[in-house]
């Protein structure tokens, strides 16, 4: 008769039961329970916080969002930048950069881990619009768009000019009063832009395209007054830099005040200091152009004067030394017709060798038919035929002679003759093949591999 399991032993004091409580008392939490707990009072306790730490481990997924761990000296922390939120960085995050980041704490379930949920991103120590402006000046730089050899120069006295600002502003009045200052009624287009605050720079980079296609426009200008980085942030950004970089006709960037640098001013042409100084950059002083005009006229006419005469005199230096000209056209003609008949006598020379060398060739090539040595070819290819059809042959008998001795073994090691033999193989619920009696306990089925066909049994008893 097969042995009966032993009962249940009764529940000890240093034991559970079957609802997870202690003989004593005590509760005993499950796993996700526990993660619950530790979660709201994790978030509950931190549900706002400002961390600092160097950004590591940076993940970018398609989604939008930004993963990365903030870490210090000592420990490391977990955060997460959803896509909205990223959406609205000025800078790039990038492995290394130090951060001071503003959020929640945050437990993850699935793998009992806490992290922060960013709100706010901003760098240690500069400010956001810098980081972001040195991150997009140097990716810019490495472009080659700030290179000296693209920069333009402006023309001597362009024909139209295409001013792009907000219509608004002072800077309309002051380029316009020194430009027609310098030189009036030099036609000027007004293309209205934005210059400040949301859509602004899409705005610009729209005005700069519109103002290189208006007809006679040579030179384009961008401006604004002075004011804050964040006022100016407008001609930072990538769309304004790309847009003066594929301009067809040279740009200007008057932008600010002389300290203040924007990205506009490193990619434009040429770069004023001010609005006003651009006008001056490209207008010139009409009174003064007429004087040095009224100065080149007369020297040009005094050189001309000049040259005319020592051009008359040596002229009549040359037609006192030419002599009759048809005496000179006779003598060529003569000339020619020598040439002419030695050319002939020369090609009719040369014919006439090229068609004895010619007969040689034919003879030498009658002599040599090439007729024999086909025939001594063919007979050396039947030869090489006959060679490589007994070395395949050979070949492939060694290759088949190892190929039954390979076979041979394989079918010798192979577990299905130990099958055949009598034996069978066993293998427990989970499909592993049952090697020793401890992996199965009573009660359990388990699979059987004969050498035909498998069983399905079940086990009463185990023994070692």
């Not at 009962?7 to 996700?32: E, I, N």
């Not at 792009?164 to 009045?173: D, E, F, I, L, M």
């Not at 009624?185 to 400040?196: E, K, S």
């Not at 005005?207 to 604004?224: D, N, S, T």
Request: hydrophobic fraction near 40%; charged fraction near 30%; aromatic fraction near 4%.
């Amino acid at each position: 008769m097969p042995e009966r399991l032993p009962p249940r032993p009764a529940t000890s004091a240093g034991q559970f039961d079957l609802f997870g409580k202690r003989a004593g008392g005590q509760r005993v939490y499950t796993v996700s329970e526990l993660t619950r707990e530790l979660k709201a009072v994790l978030e509950g306790r931190f549900p706002s916080v400002l961390v600092r730490g160097e950004v590591s481990n940076l993940r970018a997924q398609s989604s939008g969002h930004l993963y990365f761990t903030l870490k210090d000296a000592d420990a490391c922390l977990d955060a997460v930048l959803f896509r909205t939120e990223a959406r609205r960085l000025r800078f790039a995050l990038r492995n290394g950069l130090s951060l001071v980041v503003r959020g929640r704490l945050s437990v993850y379930e699935p793998q009992g881990r806490y992290q922060i949920v960013c709100d706010t991103v901003e760098p240690l120590g500069a400010g956001a619009l810098q980081v972001a402006f040195e991150q997009l000046k140097e990716r810019l730089q490495k472009e080659g768009l700030f290179e000296s050899g693209r920069k333009r120069k402006l023309p001597f006295l362009p024909r139209r000019i295409a001013l792009v600002t907000s219509p608004s502003g002072a800077v309309v009045h002051d380029f316009l009063r020194v430009l027609h200052r310098r030189f009036p009624n030099l036609p000027v287009l007004i293309v209205p832009a934005r210059v400040q605050g949301e859509g602004a720079s899409q705005e610009i980079a729209r005005g700069i395209v519109r103002a290189a296609k208006q007809p006679r426009v040579e030179v384009v200008v961008v401006a604004r007054g002075g004011g804050s980085l964040e006022d100016l942030w407008a001609f930072n950004e990538e769309v304004v830099a790309r847009a003066l970089c594929g301009c067809p006709v040279p740009t200007v960037s008057a932008v600010g005040h002389e300290t203040d640098v924007t990205i506009a001013d490193f990619c434009a042409d040429v770069r004023a200091p001010t609005p006003t100084a651009a006008a001056e950059l490209i207008a010139r002083v009409k009174e003064e152009l007429a004087v040095d005009l009224a100065q080149r006229r007369a020297r040009l006419l005094r050189a001309m004067r000049t040259q005319l005469e020592r051009r008359g005199g040596a002229l009549d230096k040359l037609r006192g030394r030419v002599a009759d000209p048809r005496r000179l056209i006779g003598d060529r003609k003569l000339r020619l017709d020598r040439l002419r008949q030695r050319l002939d006598d020369l090609l009719h020379d040369r014919q006439q060798a090229r068609k004895e060398e010619l007969r040689a060739l034919r003879e030498r090539l009658q002599g040599q038919h090439p007729r024999e040595r086909l025939h001594r070819l063919e007979r050396e290819v039947v030869r090489l035929e006959q060679r490589l059809r007994a070395l395949a042959e050979r070949a492939l008998a060694a290759r088949r002679h190892r190929h039954d001795g390979l076979a041979a073994r394989l079918d010798a090691l192979s577990p299905l003759k130990v099958l055949a033999r009598g034996y069978a193989v066993a293998f427990d619920p989970q499909g592993h093949a049952v090697l020793k009696s401890s992996q199965v306990r009573a009660g359990e089925r388990v699979r059987i591999r004969l050498h035909q066909g498998e069983l399905v049994a079940e086990v009463e008893e185990t023994s070692d």
